[in-house]
Structures are given as structure tokens and as C-alpha cells.
């Protein structure tokens, strides 16, 4: 079982509507949950951090987290074709010599 | 503030040289982690350096080596390339303490031909 798990995709939403992402991962003792955003032939950008329970919103973005289904989400609202890009999630552990581990993320296709 | 500097940008080698790989943490910074990006494996996480000392190692072969100087930068090595080594390397570092966030240089992307 892989530590962290996403959908490879593509997933494809029309502009303007909401993107929906999806994580789970295994190690009940993940304690941060990253979202970074990767564009073609481009490196990783770090758009959302969460770290307890709930809800997080900055933006278009909200991250999601439920520690007790080991489940972590992002929602994009009115999706623009800017957003189409390749969305990595990630955690990592309770110390601080804990290593983030990736998901192989979610390519997102935004329509016009 | 400068981000994570990673350098060359691009380098083509032929299978069975060697090749090293530099990055410069964000100011401050002491964690340097790198990972492998292959169209086929996501991100794979190689290692990780904090105050000049490998922390956490991934399933890599021992041709894979780095090291970190007492500045923080970092170093990747990797000898005797195989065909399969070509990928984008991705350095990240990270501030100390728990819970921290990475921050990604633009990578170096190695063709092994």
C-alpha cells in the first residue's frame, strides 16, 4: 500500500465550476498536510498547508482534513484554465526529523 | 529573499559517468531533501540533510550519495549513471522544527543517453 495515495486523473472540470481532490494516506501519525501545485515541465509550489482538523480557506482554495478517516482534500472554486496543473499532495510526521512524502498527484484539466 | 537555487538547470551525460548536482537552501534554512521525478514514479524522496547530517534515505542505490556543507548547501552525486537515471531532481528545503513545509528549487533535469 502506498503511503499516500491520489487519483492520477485527468480530471476534468469546466471553468468556473468547483475541483474537487482527493488524498488519503496510511500513517496514522501524519500530523501536517501539504497541497502543491505543479505546472508542466515546472517544480512543485506550495499552495495549502493544514494541520488539524476541519476546514482551511484561502482563496479559490480550501483544504479538508479528517484525521479519523485519514483523509485529506482540495477544493478549487471557480476554476479558471490557470489552474490546470498537476496537484501533489503531501504529509509528513509528528517530529520534526519526519520526511514529507508525495502522492503522484492528480493532473487537473480545466475546460473553457 | 532568494528561494532554493538549484544548479545546472539542464545536463546530459552518458551512462556510465557520474554527475553532480548542487542546491542552496532558502537563507536560514538547514533540511535539504532531495527527490527523483519520473514520469512513471511521482516524486521519489532520496534523502533528506540537516546540519551536514543524512537524517532519512529513501530506496535508492548506493550510487546515489549526497552530503551537506556546514553553509547548508547540498551536494547530490550520482555514479555510474544507467539509462534509467534520466528524471528531473528536485532539491527542497525546509525550516527547522516539526510540521514544516518544503519549498522546491526549479530542479535540474538529467538526460542519460
Known amino acids: 500500500q502506498k503511503e499516500v495515495e491520489q487519483n492520477s486523473g485527468p480530471l476534468s472540470v469546466p471553468e468556473g465550476a468547483i475541483a474537487s481532490l482527493n488524498c488519503t494516506y496510511s500513517?496514522?501519525?501524519?500530523?501536517?498536510f501539504f497541497w502543491y501545485r505543479q505546472y508542466s515541465g515546472k517544480s512543485p509550489e506550495l499552495i495549502m498547508s493544514?494541520?488539524?482538523?476541519g476546514d482551511k480557506e484561502d482563496g479559490r482554495f480550501t483544504a479538508q482534513l479528517n484525521k479519523a478517516s485519514q483523509y485529506v482534500s482540495l477544493l478549487i472554486r471557480d476554476s479558471q484554465p490557470s489552474d490546470s496543473a498537476t496537484y501533489l499532495c503531501?504529509?509528513?510526521?509528528?517530529?520534526?526529523?519526519?520526511?514529507?512524502?508525495f502522492g503522484s498527484g492528480t493532473r487537473l484539466s480545466i475546460r473553457p | 529573499k532568494a528561494g532554493v537555487t538549484q544548479t545546472p538547470r539542464y545536463l546530459i551525460k552518458t551512462r556510465g559517468q557520474q554527475v553532480t548536482l548542487s542546491c542552496s537552501p532558502i537563507?536560514?534554512?538547514?533540511?535539504v531533501s532531495w527527490y527523483q521525478q519520473t514520469p512513471g514514479q511521482g516524486l521519489q524522496f532520496l534523502f533528506e540533510?540537516?546540519?551536514?547530517?543524512?537524517?532519512n534515505k529513501g530506496n535508492f542505490p548506493g550510487r546515489f550519495s549526497g552530503r551537506q556543507f556546514s553553509n547548508s548547501r547540498s551536494e547530490m552525486n550520482v555514479s555510474t549513471l544507467e539509462l534509467g537515471d534520466s528524471a528531473l531532481y528536485l532539491c527542497?528545503?525546509?525550516?527547522?522544527?516539526?510540521?514544516?513545509?518544503?519549498?522546491f528549487g526549479q530542479g535540474t533535469r538529467l538526460t542519460v543517453v
Open positions: 527542497a528545503s525546509r525550516p527547522q522544527g516539526a510540521l514544516t513545509e518544503a519549498f
Open positions: 500513517d496514522r501519525v501524519s500530523q501536517s
Open positions: 493544514i494541520y488539524s482538523n
Open positions: 503531501a504529509t509528513t510526521g509528528y517530529s520534526s526529523a519526519s520526511k514529507i512524502i
Open positions: 537563507s536560514g534554512h538547514r533540511s
Open positions: 540533510y540537516f546540519s551536514e547530517t543524512q537524517r
